[in-house]
C-alpha cells in the first residue's frame, strides 16, 4: 500500500474528485461469478422444489393415451392420376378431381358432422361406470398396475352407452343414476326423480335424453336393484373440446403438394383420451364412418339418373308389351298384316321424333336436378349429370367452380370471411355460379323449344295418316305405336347400361389401412421429461433471480468495482464477508488468531503502521458512508490488534446519535466524551481501562439533544492534543456521513481518515457523496472494504484454513466409513 501524505493529497484532491464517478455500465464478470457462486441456494432451492412439484403434479395426473389408425384414399389416387395423364385445362374431370384433392379428403374426415357421428357412434361422450367404482386413473395407478392397459379393460359387468345424447342443459354433464329391475329393465334417475325408462339392449328416448345401453360381455344382464352411474355430454360439446385441445388429429403421411411423385394417398387419424380403449373405438369408427358416408355419397349421386331411367323404361316397356299385343291380336282377326311403303315410311320417321322428343326430356330432366344441386351455398356439380348434358362449355364452368370452391377451402383456414383473399374467391365462385345458371336457363329454353317443334311435327304426321282407309289405319296406329316405342326401349335401355357403367365405377378404392391401435405408453404426462424440465426451470428462475439481485443492486457489487471506480483511494485492507461485522450491538470478541478475519485485521494494522510511520499520537478517524458497514467493529477490532501489539491505544466512541461502545464492552455509559466537553468530567475521569485487552475506552455519554455543537468546541481540539501525549494511536469511532456532518468536525482534527465501504452493502451513491465531503478535509484518506468474499480475491483469506481444523460432522464420518467400505 502506497501512503498518500498530508502534503500530498490536497495537491491532488482536485484530480480526485474529477475521477470519481458513478457506477459503471460495465458489469464486470468476476463479481458476477462471484454473485452466482454465493446465491447457488436459491437456484438448488428452486430447482429442487419445482422438480418435487413436478414429481407430485405427475403423479396425480390423468395420463391420456393415443390412438391411431390410417386410412388408403385409393379413389382420389386413381382420379388424381386419370386427370394429370389424361386431361388438362379446365376440362370437367380436372375440375372435379381438384375438388376431390386430398386436403379436401382430409377436412371431410375431421368435419363436425362426421366427428359427430362417430362420437355418437363409439359413445365417447357417454361414461358408465358401476356404483363404488373408481372413474379416473391416475399416474401413479398406472405406474403401480405395471404401466399396464389392463388397469383400463372393462370388467365383465361393464356397460356401454351409444347413440347418446341429452338436448337438456339440467342433464349435461351431470351424475345420473342407472338403478335396474328385472328382465335388464332400468330407470334412469336423477335426484331420485325418473328422467328415462329402457331395456338392456334398445333404443331409449325420453325428455331431454336418448340413449342405448348395451352389456359389454354378452347375455349379461345386471341383477335387480344394481346401481351404475351415467354422465352425458352433448357430442358438439365433445367435437369442440377435441379440436380446441388438439386431441384429435387427421393428416396426410408424408409426401408434398409439388408433384404426384411426391404425393401419398394415405391419411393418418389418431386421438388421444384418458381412456386409451375409448379413443381406439372412436378412431376405428370415425374411419369407417367415413367409408360408409363417401361410398353413400358417390352411389346415390351415380344412382339418380339410373333410378331415372329404370322407371322410364319400366313404363315404356308396358306400353310396348300392349301395343304389340294388340297389333297381333287385330291382325289375327282382320287378316290385315303389312302396310304400304308409304305409311311404313312415316311410321318410321315419327318413330325418330319420338326418340329424340325422349331425348330432349331426358335433357330437360337433367338440367332440373343440376339446378337443384347449385342452389346450395357451395354446391358442387354432380360430374355423372354433367355427362348427360354432354356440354362443353358447362364442362369449363364446372371445372373452374371446383377449382375456385378448393381455393377458397385452404384459404378458410388461414384468413377469417372478411379478408380480402377470402372476399374475391367467393366473387369467383358466385360469377360462375351465375354464368351456370345462365347457360342452365338457356339450355332448358332450347330445349322447350325443340320438344314444341317435335310435338307440331308429330301432329303434321297424325294428320296425314287420318287419310288412310279405315281398316288399313287401324293398322298403322298400332305398328306405329309398336315402333315408336320400340325405339324409345332402346333408346332408353342404351342409356341406363351407361348410367349403370358410371354406377358400378363409383365403388370406392378406398380402404382402411391400419386398423385403430392404441399405444402402451401415455402422451402425457411425461414423467421424467417434466421433472427434469420443471427442476431446470426453478433453477433458471433461481438463477435469474439471484441475476437480478446483481444487476439492481444500488450498491457495490465487488471489492473490484470499488478499486476499479476510486483508484486513487488507497486499501488498507480487505475484510472478509464470513464476520459479521455490521451488528454493533453484539459483545466484542477478537477472533481467532487463525481466521481469515484475524489475519486480515493483522494485515489491515500492518498497513496503518505504514502510513503512520513512527508518528507518536497518531489520530484515527474511522468513518462510513452509511450505518451497517461495519465501522465500529472495524473501529473496535482494529483498536485492539494494536494494543496487541503493545502500542497504548484509546478508542472513543464519537458518534454521539446512537451510541454503542457501552454495549460492546458491557461498561457503563457515563461519564463520556459529552461529560468532558460540557466540562463536567477530566478526560482522563472518562477513560474506561480493558484490561483483557490493554486498551482504554471513552464512551459518548448520555446523548445531547445538539451534538455538533459540543464536538465543534475549541475545547475537543484542545483535549484530542493532551491525549496525543498519552498514547500512540487515538480511533474515533463517528457517525456515518453523509447522513449526519458529525465526520467533518471530527475529520479537521484527525491525522489520518479511513472508511469502510461494505460489498453488497454501501450504496454507490451514498459513497460518492460521503468521499467528496471527506476529501475536502484534505486529510491522507484510505478505505478499508468489508465483505470480501474469503476466496475472491488475491489470497485474502490467507490462513483461514492454515493450522485450522474444523470439527467433522457426524454425517461426514458415516460417508466416508460407508465409501472406505466400499473401495476398501
Given at each position: ?550 444487476l439492481l443492486l444500488t450498491s457495490f457489487r465487488s471489492d473490484e468495482e470499488i478499486q476499479h471506480l476510486y483508484p486513487f483511494l488507497p486499501v488498507y485492507g480487505f475484510l472478509p464477508a464470513d464476520h459479521n461485522t455490521s451488528n454493533a450491538s453484539k459483545q466484542f470478541e477478537l477472533p481467532d488468531a487463525r481466521s481469515g478475519f484475524g489475519e486480515a485485521v493483522r494485515l489491515l494494522r500492518s498497513n496503518v503502521y505504514l502510513a503512520a510511520g513512527q508518528s507518536a499520537g497518531q ?151 460521503h468521499l467528496q465531503g471527506l476529501i475536502n478535509l484534505e486529510k491522507p484518506l484510505g478505505v478499508i472494504i468489508n465483505g470480501v468474499r474469503v476466496n475472491a480475491s488475491y489470497g485474502y483469506g490467507y490462513g483461514y484454513h492454515y493450522g485450522e481444523t474444523r470439527p467433522e460432522k457426524r454425517w461426514q464420518k458415516k460417508l466416508r466409513g460407508w465409501l472406505r467400505k466400499l473401495w476398501g
Amino acid at each position: 500500500m502506497t501512503d498518500h501524505t498530508s502534503a500530498q493529497q490536497p495537491a491532488r484532491s482536485s484530480a480526485n474528485l474529477e475521477a470519481m464517478r458513478e457506477s459503471s455500465d460495465e458489469i464486470e464478470l468476476g463479481a458476477l461469478f462471484q454473485s452466482l457462486r454465493a446465491g447457488w441456494r436459491l437456484p438448488v432451492y428452486l430447482g429442487g422444489a419445482a422438480a418435487f412439484l413436478a414429481i407430485v403434479f405427475v403423479l396425480f395426473a390423468q395420463p391420456v393415451f393415443d390412438a391411431s389408425g390410417s386410412l388408403y384414399l385409393g379413389s382420389a389416387e386413381k382420379s388424381q392420376s386419370v386427370s394429370s395423364s389424361a386431361l388438362s385445362g379446365f376440362s370437367l374431370l380436372s375440375g372435379l378431381m381438384q375438388g376431390s384433392s386430398m386436403a379436401t379428403q382430409v377436412n371431410i374426415v375431421r368435419s363436425r358432422d362426421f366427428v359427430e357421428e362417430a362420437i355418437l357412434d363409439s359413445g365417447l361422450n357417454a361414461q358408465v361406470w358401476p356404483d363404488g367404482a373408481a372413474t379416473n386413473q391416475r399416474f401413479w395407478n398406472w405406474l403401480l398396475g405395471g404401466r399396464s392397459l389392463s388397469i383400463y379393460a372393462t370388467p365383465a359387468t361393464g356397460l356401454h352407452a351409444s347413440l347418446a345424447d341429452v338436448t337438456s342443459p339440467a342433464l349435461n354433464k351431470q351424475k345420473l343414476d342407472v338403478l335396474f329391475s328385472a328382465n335388464g329393465h332400468y330407470q334412469i334417475l336423477k335426484n331420485k326423480q325418473v328422467v328415462l325408462q329402457g331395456q338392456l339392449g334398445q333404443d331409449a328416448i325420453g325428455p331431454g335424453i336418448r340413449l342405448k345401453l348395451q352389456a359389454f360381455r354378452p347375455h349379461y344382464t345386471p341383477p335387480t336393484q344394481t346401481l351404475y352411474h351415467l354422465r352425458i355430454q352433448t357430442p358438439r360439446a365433445v367435437y369442440d373440446a377435441m379440436i380446441k385441445s388438439g386431441a384429435l388429429g387427421v393428416n396426410q403421411l408424408g409426401g408434398g403438394s409439388g408433384s404426384s411423385a411426391e404425393t401419398t394417398y394415405i391419411v393418418n387419424v389418431h386421438y388421444q383420451n384418458p381412456d386409451p380403449f375409448a379413443a381406439q373405438q372412436f378412431v376405428q369408427t370415425l374411419m369407417q364412418t367415413y367409408l360408409d358416408k363417401t361410398h353413400a355419397w358417390a352411389t346415390g349421386q351415380a344412382g339418380a339418373s339410373f333410378d331415372y331411367l329404370s322407371t322410364q323404361m319400366h313404363k315404356i316397356r308396358t306400353a310396348l308389351s300392349a301395343a304389340d299385343a294388340s297389333l297381333a291380336h287385330y291382325q289375327a282377326h282382320t287378316g290385315v298384316i303389312a302396310v304400304s311403303a308409304g305409311a311404313q315410311a312415316m311410321i318410321k320417321q315419327e318413330a325418330d321424333y319420338e326418340t329424340q322428343r325422349s331425348k330432349i326430356e331426358l335433357q330437360l330432366h337433367t338440367l332440373q336436378q343440376l339446378r337443384q344441386q347449385l342452389s346450395a351455398p357451395q354446391a358442387a356439380i354432380n360430374p355423372y349429370i354433367l355427362n348427360s348434358i354432354d356440354n362443353p362449355v358447362l364442362n369449363q364452368l364446372s371445372g373452374r367452380l371446383a377449382a375456385a370452391q378448393t381455393k377458397l377451402t385452404s384459404l378458410e383456414k388461414i384468413y377469417t370471411p372478411a379478408a380480402p383473399q377470402v372476399i374475391q374467391v367467393l366473387a369467383e365462385i358466385h360469377s360462375i355460379q351465375s354464368a351456370i345458371h345462365n347457360l342452365i336457363d338457356n339450355q332448358t329454353q332450347t330445349a322447350q323449344q325443340q320438344l314444341q317443334s317435335l310435338d307440331t311435327l308429330l301432329s303434321q304426321y297424325q294428320s296425314k295418316m287420318s287419310k288412310f282407309p279405315k281398316a288399313e289405319l287401324k293398322v298403322i296406329s298400332l305398328t306405329r305405336s309398336s315402333e315408336v316405342l320400340g325405339k324409345l326401349y332402346m333408346f332408353l335401355l342404351q342409356k341406363q347400361e351407361e348410367s349403370a357403367i358410371q354406377k358400378a365405377s363409383t365403388i370406392t378404392r378406398n380402404r382402411i389401412l391400419d386398423t385403430a391401435l392404441v399405444h402402451d405408453l401415455p402422451v402425457s404426462p411425461k414423467g421424467k421429461k417434466t421433472v427434469i424440465l420443471f427442476g431446470l426451470l426453478g433453477a433458471f428462475l433461481g438463477m435469474a433471480l439471484v441475476l437480478g439481485r446483481f444487476l439492481l443492486l444500488t450498491s457495490f457489487r465487488s471489492d473490484e468495482e470499488i478499486q476499479h471506480l476510486y483508484p486513487f483511494l488507497p486499501v488498507y485492507g480487505f475484510l472478509p464477508a464470513d464476520h459479521n461485522t455490521s451488528n454493533a450491538s453484539k459483545q466484542f470478541e477478537l477472533p481467532d488468531a487463525r481466521s481469515g478475519f484475524g489475519e486480515a485485521v493483522r494485515l489491515l494494522r500492518s498497513n496503518v503502521y505504514l502510513a503512520a510511520g513512527q508518528s507518536a499520537g497518531q489520530i484515527l478517524m474511522i468513518a462510513s458512508a452509511t450505518p451497517k458497514d461495519g465501522k465500529s467493529t472495524v473501529a473496535y477490532q482494529l483498536g485492539a490488534t494494536i494494543a496487541q501489539d503493545g502500542k497504548k491505544v484509546l478508542v472513543i466512541d464519537a458518534d454521539l446519535r446512537k451510541p454503542h461502545i457501552h454495549e460492546m464492552f458491557r461498561i457503563a455509559q457515563t461519564p463520556g466524551i459529552i461529560d468532558v466537553l460540557s466540562g463536567q468530567h477530566s478526560w482522563q475521569e472518562a477513560v474506561r481501562p480493558i484490561q483483557a485487552l490493554h486498551m482504554d475506552l471513552i464512551t459518548a455519554g448520555n446523548t445531547p439533544p445538539n451534538p455538533s455543537e459540543y464536538l465543534g468546541r475549541h475545547r475537543f481540539a484542545e483535549i484530542l492534543q493532551e491525549m496525543r501525549q498519552s498514547y500512540d494511536y487515538i480511533l474515533l469511532d463517528t457517525p456515518p456521513f453523509p447522513m449526519v456532518g458529525d465526520a467533518l468536525l471530527l475529520g479537521s482534527q484527525a491525522d489520518r481518515i479511513l472508511t469502510v465501504a461494505r460489498v453488497h452493502a454501501t450504496p454507490r451513491k451514498a459513497f460518492k457523496e460521503h468521499l467528496q465531503g471527506l476529501i475536502n478535509l484534505e486529510k491522507p484518506l484510505g478505505v478499508i472494504i468489508n465483505g470480501v468474499r474469503v476466496n475472491a480475491s488475491y489470497g485474502y483469506g490467507y490462513g483461514y484454513h492454515y493450522g485450522e481444523t474444523r470439527p467433522e460432522k457426524r454425517w461426514q464420518k458415516k460417508l466416508r466409513g460407508w465409501l472406505r467400505k466400499l473401495w476398501g
